[in-house]
C-alpha cells in the first residue's frame, strides 16, 4: 500500500481496531455477557460500551485535537472539520444471539468528507480499510492484504443484491421489493457486510432505508476507494443523510431511479 497524508491516520484506525476486537472477541458469546436498552429501545452490550471507552481514550491520547461521534456516549466533535466516527459494535443483535456478522467500525471524516474507514469483524476473521488516495483493501486472518475493488455489472438484471431484512422501507416497500425482484440474486446478509462484499465485487448493490452516521462512514470511504459509489437511497452522496446505498457505480443512477419510483 502506498503511503500519503492520510497514511498515518489510517495507521491509528487499525490500531484502534485492534484494541477493540481485544474487547469484542473476548466477550462474543460470553455466558455472562451484561444486555441493556437504550433510550431508542435498542440493545447495547457491556462489550460496546467497553469498546468505545477504550477508543476513546486512545484518541483522547492519540488525537487530542480531533473531535469524536460514537454510538455509546455521542457527541463530542463540538462542530470540528475533523473528527472521527465510531460504531464499536455494528450489529450488536447479531452479537448478542452468537451470529458472527458484526464488526467495529472505525472512520475519520475531515471537513464533510469520509478519508479513513475501517471495518473490522474479527469473528468472520476479516477487515477491510481505506485511505484517501489509498485505496480499499482486506486482510483474512491477519494475514496479508489484498487490494479490492468492485464489479462491472452494468444492468440490474444482471446484479446481485444484499440487503438486512424488509423492515424500514415503509413507503419504498413496493419499490425494494421490485428492486430485489429484478436482480439475478438476493442475499439478506446485511449490516455492514452487505457493503463490503459490494467493495469486493461481490455483490453489485446494498442497501439500508434507517441508517446513523455511525454505521455509514467507514462503509463511505471502502466502498468509494475500491471504485463504487456511497449515499443515500434518495441520492444524496455519502454517509450523512440517514440511509445507505452501496453500489459498484455503474448501477448507482439506475438503482437511486428505481427506489425513487422514476
Not at 213 to 227: N, P, S
Amino acid at each position: 500500500m502506498e503511503t500519503n497524508k492520510y497514511s498515518q491516520d489510517l495507521a491509528l484506525a487499525l490500531a484502534l481496531a485492534d484494541a477493540a476486537d481485544l474487547i469484542t472477541t473476548a466477550r462474543y458469546q460470553a455466558q455472562d455477557l451484561v444486555v441493556t436498552t437504550k433510550p431508542d429501545n435498542t440493545p447495547v452490550t457491556d462489550a460496546d460500551r467497553e469498546a468505545e471507552t477504550v477508543i476513546r481514550k486512545m484518541l483522547s491520547e492519540k488525537r487530542p485535537a480531533d473531535g469524536l461521534v460514537g454510538e455509546e456516549f455521542g457527541d463530542d466533535k463540538q462542530d470540528k472539520n475533523r473528527y472521527w466516527v465510531v460504531d464499536p459494535i455494528d450489529g450488536t443483535k447479531n452479537f448478542m444471539r452468537g451470529v458472527p456478522t458484526w464488526a467495529s467500525l472505525i472512520a475519520l471524516v475531515e471537513n464533510g468528507e469520509v478519508v479513513v474507514g475501517v471495518a473490522s469483524a474479527p469473528a468472520l476473521s476479516r477487515r477491510w480499510f481505506a485511505g484517501k488516495g489509498l485505496g480499499s483493501f482486506v486482510t483474512f486472518n491477519g494475514g496479508e492484504e489484498r487490494k479490492i475493488h468492485v464489479s462491472k455489472v452494468s444492468e440490474i438484471k444482471d446484479a446481485s443484491i444484499a440487503y438486512s431484512d424488509f423492515v424500514g422501507w415503509n413507503e419504498r416497500r413496493d419499490l425494494f421489493t421490485s428492486l430485489v425482484d429484478s436482480c439475478w440474486r438476493s442475499r439478506g446478509l446485511g449490516d455492514f457486510w452487505s457493503h463490503m462484499l459490494v467493495a469486493e465485487g461481490a455483490v453489485d448493490i446494498a442497501a439500508e432505508p434507517s441508517l446513523a452516521l455511525w454505521d455509514m462512514a467507514a462503509l463511505d470511504i471502502i466502498v468509494r476507494e475500491a471504485g463504487g459509489t456511497f449515499g443515500a437511497i434518495t441520492g444524496e452522496p455519502g454517509p450523512h443523510h440517514r440511509s445507505g446505498l452501496s453500489t459498484n457505480g455503474l448501477l448507482h443512477e439506475k438503482v437511486v431511479s428505481h427506489l425513487n419510483g422514476k
